[in-house]
């Protein structure tokens, strides 16, 4: 949650503000398939819905159909050395539909490198020198793995 409270008057002209949402949104990958036109958000607990539609329709216009929200309760994870108990922090999820001519796909960040001839060449080149490392410390059976010359 966000500490920002603005004054509602400040001293001294002009009255030059600028005002930052209290409100956040966090774009999430599904875990199940979903048409693709319906969009996973976690966002803030104070969202409704209405302000989840109007913030993706004013900010980013996106043209929104439909919102569902839940809210995702945290996990419980025990402690084992110090057996105490904690608890994650509880996440408001929001389901956003788009109309049916719009389709939202994930971005593809990472690049996905298939075999090439560079990567085969390094792999070599650090099974040879991994070979040379243990064939010059094979007689240093007391000193460890990490202290080498």
């Known amino acids: 949650m966000s500490t920002r409270w603005y004054p509602i008057y400040q001293k001294g002209n002009p009255q030059l503000r600028v005002f ?13 398939k979903q048409q693709p036109n ?8 104070e969202m409704t819905k209405y302000d989840i539609k109007n913030y993706l329709e004013k900010i980013y216009n996106v043209p929104v159909v439909h919102v569902r929200t839940k809210i995702a309760l945290g996990k419980f994870k025990k402690e ?3 057996g ?3 608890k994650d922090e509880d996440v408001k999820v929001a389901y956003v539909t788009l109309p049916k001519t719009h389709k ?3 971005p593809d ?4 490198k298939t075999g090439s001839e560079d ?9 040879k020198s991994f070979k040379k490392f243990l064939e010059k410390n094979k007689d240093r059976t007391d ?4 202290f080498s010359i």
Not at 20 to 32: A, G, I, T
Not at 119 to 127: G, N, R, V
């Open 20 to 32: 930052l949402p209290n409100f956040w949104m966090k774009l999430v990958r599904p875990y199940d």
């Open 38 to 45: 319906i969009v996973h958000f976690h966002c803030s607990m």
């Open 80 to 82: 084992i050395v110090k």
């Open 84 to 86: 105490y108990i904690t």
């Open 104 to 106: 939202f796909e994930f």
């Open 109 to 112: 960040i990472f690049e996905k």
């Open 119 to 127: 990567d085969a060449k390094a792999l070599e080149e650090t099974k």
């Open 143 to 146: 000193v460890p793995s990490w």
